[in-house]
């Protein structure tokens, strides 16, 4: 049992909650649904910025909604940012099989905005990391699509996972690319003075 106080997390992620785990935070998990189409013309670091915000609002409206306690919340979103053009997830197995072709030998930035909000103010912090992938052929990218690993991820790969043996080279946060920059969530958290370490 953790001695940590419990926050709300505005995210189905099971990649967020096993990293919320992994470092003792206790928390319960809020349902909300945003509408995450990017603006005309929006970069990718307004974007997830707008969208973390976005799901921290909500995550917050629907927790007062449902007579909850007051507690933080946090919330956050991943996207991934080749040359500039959002990559976010794939509508299906061809558009997957497209966007891991455009990152076969490049180097992509992924973008993850962590949003914390106590109900009165909203705190945010961006994690950026630079991934490389190696040279992929079609077969490579044809069988990890048919993985199922790539379908609900920015990007179409999980560094976490399969896709972990895509990635020639990771400069940033690892668990920032998977979906809770670790580092960013906690300074954050304190800047509510959330005690994540004993007194």
Excluded: N
Aim: overall charge negative.
């Amino acid at each position: 049992m953790s001695d940590k106080p419990l926050i709300y997390l505005a995210s189905a992620s099971p990649r967020r909650r096993e990293l919320l785990g992994q470092i003792g935070i206790p928390f319960e998990r809020i349902a909300c649904e945003i509408d995450e189409t990017p603006l005309p013309g929006e970069a990718a670091r307004p974007y997830v910025e707008r969208l973390a915000r976005a799901k921290a609002a909500a995550g917050i409206a629907a927790a007062q909604a449902a007579g909850l306690p007051t507690r933080l919340l946090l919330a956050a979103d991943t996207t991934v940012a080749l040359e500039g053009q959002i990559l976010g997830k794939p509508i299906d197995a061809a558009d997957a099989r497209a966007m891991l072709a455009q990152l076969s030998g490049s180097t992509h930035e992924v973008l993850t905005g962590v949003a914390i909000s106590d109900g009165q103010r909203c705190e945010y912090q961006l994690s950026c990391s630079m991934v490389r992938f190696r040279q992929l052929s079609a077969a490579e990218i044809a069988a990890y699509v048919a993985s199922g690993e790539p379908l609900d991820k920015a990007g179409s790969y999980g560094a976490q996972g399969l896709g972990a043996v895509l990635i020639e080279e990771i400069r940033g946060s690892f668990s920032g690319v998977v979906g809770l920059p670790l580092a960013e969530t906690v300074a954050l958290l304190q800047r509510f003075d959330y005690p994540f370490w004993p007194a």
